[in-house]
């Protein structure tokens, strides 16, 4: 079935709930479609959100599959099919797909309704690594406070396409908002713990210079995040290693771990904390934050993990 035709398929099923009539009637039970709207995001950080934040309402799927990098992932053609059979494509946006076989505009004409889950960051919280008018820095979604922003631009993207479920959207949304803002201020404590001499980050890919100015952290990296790990360190950050006594490189997951300790040998580095800046991990991956499991294949829980992980790693080196 066509994405054209299954739209006006779909909006010819009844999707409103109907209002209760009285103080002490329950909230009304959405109605949703018979066929859940397919939403396909480019990421599974954004991924994540439309799930959350849509509910039963959506089929929501992740262009890039999780455990890859969402820089140097190659569509294939069948791949690239799944936006044309999409009722709504959420991009991330910051020139992240920039690379892509994928004329975006061109499906908006085709009838995919296509929005940019970074619409609602002010321009002036976006970093320009090379400075003003540069190309931007697109890894927001480390940032607590900014992946809360991107809440609002789905939210706002799923109510605008089914106003309808708008009542059950809004909770969902306001929930994992908070849900950020309780990370940014857990975060936030964490870090305060931190002695100068602590707030040195190391990691395979340029990713958290987003969490490194939230919280006051000097952020370096082996590679950019598009980048094959080096063969051997450079002299510059071997001596930026050495002068501030580095201990720990955060990796993502997709790396060689062992490749990795081969590199940091000779300036002994621990590679063997797993972070996840560049992708989320496979549906239902748990991990432990204190004495509580999370689910790390969540937008929310893989940034509380990485915070928390990042912060006793550098406090106890």
Not at 68 to 80: I, Q
Not at 141 to 154: G, I
Not at 223 to 250: G, M, N, Y
């Amino acid at each position: 079935m066509s994405a054209i035709f299954r739209r006006q398929f779909l909006r010819l099923l009844p999707a409103a709930a109907m209002c209760g009539c009285g103080d002490n009637q329950p909230p009304p039970v959405p109605k949703f479609p018979k066929v859940k709207w397919r939403v396909t995001s480019t990421t599974p950080f954004t991924a994540s959100l439309v799930s959350t934040i849509g509910g039963d309402a959506v089929d929501s799927r992740s262009f890039v599959p999780p455990g890859e990098n969402v820089h140097t992932y190659t569509p294939t053609a069948p791949d690239s099919a799944k936006f044309n059979t999409s009722d709504m494509v959420i991009t991330h946006g910051l020139g992240l797909e920039s690379r892509w076989p994928v004329d975006f505009d061109a499906l908006g004409k085709d009838g995919v309704r296509v929005f940019a889950a970074t619409s609602a960051i002010p321009a002036d919280r976006i970093l320009r690594p090379s400075g003003p008018g540069g190309p931007p820095d697109p890894h927001v979604w480390t940032h607590p406070e900014l992946a809360a922003l991107m809440v609002d631009a789905v939210e706002a993207a799923l109510k605008e396409v089914m106003p309808e479920l708008a009542d059950y959207f809004t909770p969902r949304a306001h929930k994992l908002r908070l849900a950020f803002q309780d990370t940014m201020k857990f975060a936030a404590q964490k870090m305060k713990e931190l002695k100068p001499d602590d707030r040195f980050l190391l990691t395979t890919h340029d990713s958290m210079q987003y969490l490194a100015a939230a919280f006051a952290l000097e952020a370096r990296a082996l590679t950019p995040p598009a980048a094959k790990l080096p063969e051997t360190l450079t002299q510059d950050l071997s001596e930026w290693i050495t002068t501030h006594r580095v201990k720990s490189l955060f990796r993502e997951s997709f790396t060689d771990g062992l490749m990795l300790r081969r590199l940091l040998l000779d300036v002994k580095v621990d590679p063997d904390h797993v972070i996840y800046s560049l992708t989320l991990p496979a549906a239902g991956a748990k991990a432990f934050v204190g004495f509580k499991s999370c689910d790390i294949s969540t937008a929310i829980e893989s940034l509380h993990y990485n915070a928390d992980l990042i912060q006793s790693t550098l406090e106890v080196d």
